[in-house]
């Protein structure tokens, strides 16, 4: 019987090419119209250590990690057991190892998973030839699994050539050779996997942190400041190239403290701008955070959470910066949070994040983690955008001296670029007055204080807020990547007759008290799923009073991604 | 970014230091050097000749960073010892902008020293103007890095023991195009050197002597102590090295003018955001 889905892993040591399997079988699976999604996992070795490809590939679109892998390939045996926990296997599961490799570690044995014996390297060739040829291995068995999974060789074929797009026509030729074989291999097995048939569309192939960058550059910015850090580097390398097509620039600052002011010192020109960090960096920032709030300087800071306190584990990730994104810097200092719903989703909020920044002249922060940053998915792309909002420059009255932070009705205040005459003003982080010189009295702090609180109250999100799915008076309230098992969990209760509605937040601070109070109408149980031990969402909502005493608080640190089957049974 | 300003294209009449005042009063010390400060820097941005609007003054902390205020120029006063990396964020993506860094000691060379090697460093075409005092003046006297070893103090009774960094040197050394000294009781002389560390391509350092008669009241006998450079400037780096080593440090003038290019702005192609969106296309 044809299936919805299959869940994949390619496991190998240092150099066995994990990833490059995963990416051969998510793009074949593309090639060929499913939806797909593929995590990594990587030991602690800087470059060539172990690593495995978690890929799953559906006829519906896929947002979460499943309960159980269907299969498992061990490109070899060498340290693979460190990702035991990480990767859930069960009796229906299938291991597929070259016997040679060795025998299966007693971590991996005990999932009592149906090994097979897969001989991924030609039996006729001598030791000297595998070592030499056992690079093409990781062709060999993505091309296998494909064949179980019912994959076309021409769309193995056509995603191996994108994949390998700059390698020599010998090594692509040698890895059309393992390709054909693994498929020949994989038909032999006598397994069925088929999936349903596909319905191709249009789709894009992408990961978080590229969609992070992509919905920036939508949104007009121009300027990036940073400093490397895992897992938020690939996306300013990404970011790179494409800015300096644009005519923009990333500049690779001496550290996170020189990044974010570099981001204002652009920003106060005009031009829009944005940093990319991760826990440690998004600490070193927060002074300069304040600064941006208190001289009302727009900027855009993406953290791409990951494993903390300090540095944590640097490769895995966590939901559990939402207390410093939210709170982080001394004084009032009123800012904008928000979540990507989806990795898809990653777009349009990065797009809006820059608008938010821009029209409300406040720092914006995108909360974004590991698992969505370094997973690559198969989405359809989004036709629709967010409306363009731009920052005042014009409008001032002109007279005796420009009021900068002129206090009045409207709490957003024009800002003119420096170069235009007439409206010289100082960007002052000092209590200042209208004019933006520092001040000390109580007047001017407090009217200061009460303006950049009011910008915020003012802001109006629409439907922006975040997004609520199902119906049941169980309601779920989930952000980020948690919203996918949370989805999927409610999906399957829901088939089992016990409806579950999920909200999923997309606007943290400031909280949309009135859109999620009609989310959560006719609620009788509110669950808070989050992954940090101390329930930051909870404590932040409960604090805020948006959910009720009664709410109930799942929270769990990471790095382990929440399961559906996890979150299911502790709602059921 | 390209814009041409106003001074570019309409003729401007010629100004006067005081058009460069905002009028607001500074919070300095009767008698503090920086006062010296801003009124060399507001004779030399009359005789540079750009309009207020097209100045920027960016700065930290400190009764030094205070000034940008004190003028009629746009302005950053950000926070303690990161304006260099404001000011190269701005620099670099609004060029045509006459982009000035200034701080205190303390502010520069020791909580922003980090940014101040590499602003050296990255030669962004730049003045940046330290007025060095030897003290952390706003918060009422503590050493700097600038500071003698004996200098007594509440918070280091008897001196801070440690050997002063020499901030030229430093400069030299990461790589500024442009090292010179001022003194904030010659106001002619220190705008004649502002005038050229504005004009010098890359990064200009102009370290300032700049006395707090607050806090370090014996600084007023500078005025006896500062002497015109006998030295010619060095245009390499291992002379101008050696030559800011082995003086006292009340040579004033230019002590060091390099020929490295500044940071250049990257050639942008004529590509659309459609054009990006293409790689992420499945298949065909
Ligand atoms: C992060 C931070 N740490 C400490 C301070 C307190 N602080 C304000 S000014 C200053 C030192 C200023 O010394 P300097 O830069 O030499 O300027 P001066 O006042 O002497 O002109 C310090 C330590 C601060 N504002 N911010
Ligand atoms: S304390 Fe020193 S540096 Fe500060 S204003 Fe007074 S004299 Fe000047």
Redesign the pocket.
Known sequence: MARESLSVVFAGSGGSGAMTAGNVFLRAAANAGYYGLMSQLFGPQVRGGESAALVQISTIPIEAQPDCFDIFVALDWDKVEQFAVEIPLDENSVILADKEAGAMPPSIAKSKAREIDLPMSDPDLTRLEKALRGRHINIFAAAAVAALAGLSEWNVGSALQAVMGDKSNEVIKANAAAAASGAMAGKKLGLDFKLDRARKADRWLITGNEAIGLGALRGGVRFVGCYPITPATDLVEWLAPELQKLGGRLVLAEDELAAINMVLGSSYGGTPSMTVTSGPGFSLMIETLGLAVAAEIPAVVVDVMRAGPSTGIASKTEQSDINIAIHGTHGDAPRVVLAPTSIADCISTAESAVYIAESLQVPVIVLSDQAFGQTRVVIDPDSKRPKPMRRRINGAPSGAQFKRYAIGFDPVTPMPLPGTPGYQWVAEGLTHSEIGLPASGAGAHVAQINKRAKKLQRFEPGDFWGESWGEGDTVVIAFGSTIGPAREAARRLTAAGHPVRIVGLRLLAPLPFTALASALDGARRIIVIEQNHSAQLYHYLLGQKAIPVSAESVARPGPLPFRSSEIASYVA | MSDTLASETHCVKAMAAKDFSSGAHPI??PG???YGVLSALERALAAHGRPPHEVVLVSGIG??SRLPAYTSCYGFHGVHGRALAVATGLKLTRPELEVITIGGDGDGYSIGGNHFIHACRRNVDMLYLVMD?RVY??TKGQPSPTTEPDWDSDIAPGGIGLRPFNPLALAIAAGANFVARGFAGDPQGLADLIIEGIGWPGFSFLEVLSP????RPEQREWKHMVRPAIMTAATDRATATAQVLAEDGFNLGVLYRGERAPVATPASTKITLADIERQFAIGV
């Open positions: 300095w010390c503090c050097g920086d009764c030094s005092n003046g706003m707090c008669v607050t806090f």
